[in-house]
């Protein structure tokens, strides 16, 4: 074991994990936002809707992310007429490509996500706000997407662990996030067993301050479900009340 | 019993010896087997870069077609036929390696593994620390080219690392490469196929000896300083008169050698 050099690489490699979280992040920002209209179109009566967001969600989910990322990035490229449109700028930088593949994959399965979530909600409830005559966008706003959002976290928080680990495959198209820039050093000094766990303890390290994140969001939102005795000493609430 | 060993090995070495010397004439060994480096025609001759390179030098050295003859041996039994004195010389690709010196000598290298940067057609790149400024340059990861690169052009280069050639040629035609660096006989072999039109070599070839190793030679064995002295000033006329290149341009379209050195 070489712990010097694993010692002299961890700069390089939390550089690398600065990249893998500009990745993640973006994707799931741009995930998230194209995800909620598409759980909306899948859940959808009509067919015009669903069909296209029910396509979407199974090619997305049905093929390799290392697929759909060669796609976007050698794919596209070989198309002269993408190369002459305004979209090339974007299309031409690897950072933006892995962004693009990345936010299409996690649209899919948050889409999924939301979708079962949506359904999850107690069709009574639903009635009940229609029979006061709430608007089709109050009901969204005030009754579904409130709660869905909330069930739909423990699911959510899995994909985006699958997420931040499958960023690993931007490494494929010339990145030098975490794994790409461990790929790198290793084909300099010879090293594989030192770096890959040097990066897998990275990689845990981000999954654990993820989780943790989200266990305290859900913890957060949830109070609703726990009786009111489990109730954890908060902050700003006087002790002698 | 130990006599009779040391006679065998006498009469053995005497016999060998003989063979090589017969008639004085100097035996050259290639493989045959390594185009286009030297390979058998379908009519049963010699021919390629190696071979070509020998017939020249031995035009050069004064020789007649009587004078020398050309044999092919395997890659194997090259070092071990020099050795017992199966031939003289070998004229194969054979790169010069420190282990290789422990056995063999070799005279000054006839060409090197060079390396090409490639651009498209009119990209009008010119290959220095001043003309790559700011351009994006794309290489195979753990590669002599990469380590040349990082060691030559890091500071003002942004490179990217690649896990094959196909893949950077890929993006170079895309456009998302100003230029690339491989082996030359690769790139040129490519540069000739489909893929690899719109594309060409810019600038001189990469032979920087610190990143790219001694170079590849004629060997010969150790303690033949004359025939080692005459294959040089050989080597240094064909060069100087442009038979060298003359003959390497036939294979390749870029340099295999720093004529300009």
């Known amino acids: 074991m070489d712990f010097a050099l694993m010692l002299n ?6 550089r690398g994990s600065i990249l893998t979280f500009e990745l993640v992040g973006l994707s799931m920002l741009f995930g998230m936002l194209m995800a909620m209209p598409l759980s909306l179109l899948r859940v959808s009566k009509r067919i015009w809707c669903l069909a296209p967001a029910y396509g979407y969600i199974f090619f997305f989910r049905g093929t ?19 190369k002459e449109s305004i979209m090339w700028p974007i299309l031409r930088e690897p950072y933006w490509c892995a962004i693009i593949a990345f936010t299409l994959n996690t649209t899919a399965y948050t889409g999924e996500i939301l979708r079962g979530a949506i359904q999850a909600i107690p069709h009574g409830q639903i009635e009940a706000a229609q029979s006061v005559g709430m608007s089709r966008i109050m009901l969204l706003r005030r009754i579904i997407a409130p709660q869905a959002l909330v069930i739909a976290l423990p699911g959510y928080s899995n994909e985006l662990i699958l997420l931040l680990k499958g960023s690993a495959l931007a490494s494929t198209i010339t990145l030098l996030e975490l794994t790409g820039i461990t790929r790198k050093i290793i084909a300099e000094t010879y090293k594989p067993f030192e770096l890959f766990i040097l990066a897998a303890c990275m990689y845990v390290v981000i999954t654990f301050i993820l989780t943790r994140i989200f266990n305290w969001v859900e913890h957060r939102f949830t109070a609703y479900r726990r009786p009111p005795e489990l109730m954890e000493d908060q902050e700003g609430i006087p002790d002698n009340i | 019993m130990k006599k009779a060993v040391v006679f065998l090995t006498l009469v053995l070495f005497l016999a060998t010896s003989g063979l090589a010397m017969g008639g004085d004439v100097l035996k050259i060994a290639t493989e045959g087997a390594y185009r286009p480096f030297n390979y058998v025609k ?14 020249a030098l031995a035009a050069e050295m004064g020789l007649d077609k009587d004078d020398y003859e050309l044999v092919i041996q395997e890659w194997d039994g090259m070092i071990p036929g020099l050795l017992a004195r199966k031939f003289d010389v070998i004229v194969a690709s054979m790169s010069i390696t420190d282990k ?3 056995a063999v000598a070799f005279t000054e290298p006839y060409y090197y593994e060079t390396g090409s940067f490639v651009a498209k057609e009119g990209a009008d790149l010119e290959i220095s620390k001043q003309g790559l400024k700011g351009k994006t340059v794309g290489v195979q990861t753990a590669t002599t080219w990469a380590r040349y690169l990082e060691g030559v052009y890091a500071d003002v280069v942004d490179i990217k690392f690649y896990d094959s050639v196909q893949n950077h040629n890929l993006d170079l035609k895309a456009g998302r490469l100003d230029a690339v660096l491989a082996t030359s006989f690769y790139m040129s072999s490519w540069l000739e196929s489909e893929e690899g039109q719109g594309c060409e070599i810019v600038g001189e070839p990469v032979s920087n000896p610190n990143y790219i190793g001694e170079g590849v030679a004629i060997a010969l ?18 060069i100087a008169d442009g038979t060298h290149k003359k003959i390497a341009r036939k294979y390749f379209p870029v340099d295999i050698y720093p004529y300009e050195k």
């Open chain 1, 9 to 14: 690489s961890i700069p390089d490699l939390l």
């Open chain 1, 64 to 82: 390799p992310l290392l697929v759909q990322i060669f796609l976007v990035y050698y794919g596209l490229s070989q198309f002269a007429w993408i």
């Open chain 2, 42 to 55: 379908p009519d049963g001759s010699l021919s390629g870069l190696d071979v070509e390179i020998a017939r």
């Open chain 2, 100 to 102: 290789r010196k422990e």
């Open chain 2, 221 to 238: 064995r150790k303690g033949e300083t004359e025939l080692k002295e005459d294959l040089n000033a050989a080597l240094d006329a064909i």
